[in-house]
């Protein structure tokens, strides 16, 4: 496995995502990546999962310190208190002692960034979680945070695959050396039957899923967590890393619509 370093942790590059997964189907499914060697596993209060997912990491007896648990405070918290609150639960349900990274779920227009990022580095400095960062923050935000505020940021999580272009805000994170973590790598599944993939992976002897995931991996600074409740799926998407991707492979890639944004709630951020 390939990690990015970041803000003194190590971010295995390929995680598992697994919103929409609960209960025992959740467990199983978590049980059987790290079984396969998944070390990066990514939930979040909003998930409902964070149970199930400690249950499996009990299971697994995995050294704490080779294993990267994300989860996040939902929106609805983001006042110190309730960032406490919401904190205290997710690592009791996680049964662990400390998270490696807790993230800002989705940014909300009458937050106090100062006072929640605050309360977040305090966590940090308590040795509770081991890094802090952000989800589904634009450039403008994500500025904030980093030079005004100056919160050591670990990452942004955002939604970024062959069909969504995140250039600008690449480019920014390029410049103060903060990971890009992808969600929706695979845009919600649709990438296993994009043709243009399917026709680059017959090539490779690999399925357009990895084609998808490889373009993600193949570039500087990005960490990609798809979701896959399947075994068999699980296990492509780790082989994912050991597939070559050519030029012309980038270029058939790069003429793909770059305008499928899946996850896009309303009052969510302004993204440009
Ligand atoms: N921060 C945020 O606001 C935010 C928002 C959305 C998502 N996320 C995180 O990102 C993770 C991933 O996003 P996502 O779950 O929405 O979408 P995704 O990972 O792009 O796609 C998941 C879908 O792809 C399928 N799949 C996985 N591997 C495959 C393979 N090798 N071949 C064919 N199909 C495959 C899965 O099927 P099966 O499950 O049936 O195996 C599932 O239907 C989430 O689970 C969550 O952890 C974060």
Known sequence: MEYLQTQGIRLPRLGLGTFRMQGEACRAAVESALALGY????????????EAIGAAIATARIARSDLHVTTKVWHENLAP??????FDASLKKLR??????????????DMNLQAVLETLLKLKE???????????????LL????EEIKAPIACNQVEYHVMLDQTRLRKYLATKAIPLVAYCPLAQGRAAADPTLVAIGRKHGASAAQVALKWLLDQ??????PKASR???????????NIGLDDEDRQAIAGLPKNKRCVDPAGGPDWD
């Open 39 to 50: 070390r990066h596993i990514d939930t979040a209060e909003m998930y409902g999962n964070e």
């Open 81 to 86: 208190d309730a960032i406490r609150k919401a």
């Open 143 to 146: 500025r904030t945070a980093v």
């Open 231 to 241: 075994r068999e799926s699980q296990r492509a998407n780790l082989d994912a890393l």
């Open 96 to 109: 662990l002692d400390y998270v490696d990274l807790y993230l800002v779920h989705w940014p909300r227009s």
């Open 126 to 140: 308590q040795g509770r979680t081991r890094a802090i960062g952000v989800a589904n923050f634009p450039v403008a």
């Open 220 to 225: 500087d600074g990005v960490a990609a967590i």
